[in-house]
């Protein structure tokens, strides 16, 4: 199993510039996430989709969308990119509250810079 | 909602036993605690996770009292390759649209020879 996976790992925008950050997960797993990480301020949930069909806001979803496209695939997508969107991005999945269980698991991470 | 509040660096030598803690003292009834590692250039790897008193695994224990207002992430004798970043997350398990998850800043560790 490769468990999740995102693409790409790095990118330079220009600001303005659009781009899509692809993330799969073959765990069979209901929910997913994408949060940002910045320097000083620990991982911040941007979007979340709890199951196939259904997306949330997390805290900090401003200049973002989202499109959960099948269980196995959740896309983010960047409008009009902002250098204050400069992070690396994460996407985690995990099942969906099965008992106490709630471990995400994680991709390596998108490095984006926007200039 | 509930905020969490960690150490942000902890230093300690192998062999050591090491103790995390973290504070949330608005946590809600359905929350959980779930602490992760992460090391430079990697996703959060899943640790260790409880609702109350004594949670144990493999590699850690996880201590919350009765109030549940803090927590306290034990790992015991440390190696070098423990040296990572520690996280406390609080969110809810609770199935449904307005689910909340709170990320510590993170406690960089540092284990010495």
């Known amino acids: 199993n490769a468990g999740v996976t995102q693409t790409p790992k790095f990118q330079v925008l220009k600001t303005g510039q659009s781009m899509t950050l692809q993330c799969a997960q073959d765990m069979n797993h209901n929910s997913m996430y994408w949060y940002r990480q910045d320097p000083g301020m620990g991982l911040r949930l941007i979007y979340y989709?709890?199951?196939?069909?259904?997306?949330d806001k997390g805290e900090v979803p401003n200049g973002y969308n989202v499109s959960r496209l099948n269980k196995r695939e959740f896309s983010l997508r960047l409008e009009s990119a902002a250098p204050s969107q400069t992070s690396v991005y994460f996407c985690?999945?995990?099942?969906?509250?099965?008992?106490?269980?709630?471990?995400?698991?994680f991709g390596p991470g998108t490095r984006l810079t926007v200039t | 909602l509930a905020k969490t509040t960690q150490p942000i660096s902890m230093d300690s030598y192998e062999g050591q036993e090491v103790n995390i803690t973290c504070s949330h003292n608005n946590i809600a009834t359905n929350d959980y605690i779930t602490w992760y590692q992460q090391f430079p250039s990697q996703g959060p790897r899943f640790i260790i996770q409880g609702y109350k008193t004594k949670v144990t695994n493999e590699v850690a224990s996880l201590f919350i009292p009765a109030d549940r207002k803090s927590s306290t992430l034990s790992l015991p004798r440390v190696s070098l390759s423990d040296t990572a970043v520690y996280y406390c997350?609080?969110?809810?398990?609770?199935?449904?649209?307005?689910?909340?998850?709170?990320w510590g800043l993170g406690t960089s560790l540092a284990v010495n020879p």
């Open positions: 985690a999945s995990s099942e969906w509250d099965r008992g106490t269980t709630y471990e995400q698991y």
């Open positions: 989709s709890a199951s196939e069909g259904t997306t």
């Open positions: 997350l609080v969110g809810s398990s609770y199935a449904g649209n307005n689910r909340k998850l709170i």
